[in-house]
């Protein structure tokens, strides 16, 4: 009878407290819909609603994967706040939690993620390559910025055997112009970067890179202008240099071969040597009938269009192909004149360095009568095939050893010419 009894007052106690509006606390409700906007590189600007009466607001963040008590809490009494001085390119995690009142403070939310931008690209030729910002993470992986555009030659210029990284960077919102078959119209503000690496060891990649340098073209009030960066050797940092340097390499070939070179780095008035058409600079490499092929099964031309980075351009079938020098599906001629375009005609051209010293006219789309190869075959041999030496071994640029496979190619071709 007495436990009745005490079970009856207990649940009166209780049903009273219950009915006591003064004394209820309504819960400190989490906040809900957590949004991010505004994303910088460097900022972000978080808001989200809340069905309570808050007094403030307790928001803790930090780069991904941080443990709760280890991240910055900042307090506020809006619903919304600008995070600051950020990193680029950098994922973070959020928590919020609701401060009602000093016993009454709601559960962290779940963890809500957002992205900071890469930097903009700066197309101003800066003391270290790493101010450009047109790499993201550590400059030695090489990882260009997500507004790059990276594309391969379909047959490419040899530099003592150095592997090279293409890519062009268009300012916000512009496009090339299709221009034929050859250099399409680059906007101003263009930045075009080609690196040149080793790798240390070609039967293990894993090894690592050796990187010498990084050519920069920027397009400024309608001329290019041209930097070369010198990577130390820790492979932290690049510095412009404007002048010729030699660096000592040695790597492992694919057959497990070690090889040697003094790789020169030309100065930027040798440079200008190639990269010229009537005393005015230019790019060299990035002509539409050099990039129109497969890279990863896709058409390089096509991503252009696909990506709204080429104009005027309907389908790459309009674009004839410079033939891959190395390819033998091609004809001897195609793949010996290819390889002549590639490594020789930027100075054997009309307005090229080469057009009062020499009759020779090596562009893929001359014909072989007006380029004079025939009337120029024992200089050619000569050039291309002596034991290297400066000034008179050809490419006259570039080079500090003979490559092989090329002069091999150049010989055959000359060989079967009447």
Known sequence: MRRKIYLLVFITTLLFNCSSDDDFVAACNEVTNVSSNSITSNSVTLTWDNISTAASYTIEYGISGFSLGNGTLISTTQSNLDLVNLNANTSYDVYIQTFCSVNNISMYTDVFSFTTNSPTVITEFRPTLSELNIFVGNLENLEPTPFAFEYDLNS????????????????????????????????????????????????????????????????????????????????????????????????????????????VIPSDNQCFTCHRTNEQKRPIGPRLRTLNFNVDGVNQLQSLIDNQLLDGLSSPSNVTILPKWDDINYSLEDRARAYLDINCAHCHTEGGYCETQSILRLDYETTFIDSNILERKNSIIFRVSSSFQPGLTMPWIGTTVLHDEGVELILDYLDSLN
């Open 156 to 263: 490419t210029l040899f530099s003592d055997y150095s592997h090279k990284q293409r890519f062009i960077v268009l300012p916000a919102g512009e496009k090339m112009i299709y221009n034929g078959d050859g250099l399409p119209l680059f906007p101003n503000n263009t930045l075009i970067a080609k690196t040149f690496y080793y790798n240390n060891n070609e039967t293990d990649l894993s090894q690592g890179k050796h990187i010498i340098e990084t050519r920069v073209l920027i397009k400024i009030d309608g001329l290019w202008q041209t930097g070369d960066y010198k990577w130390n050797e820790n492979q932290t940092e690049a510095v412009l240099n404007p002048n010729s340097s030699i660096v000592p390499v040695t790597w492992i070939d694919n057959n497990g071969e070690t090889n040697s070179i003094d790789y």
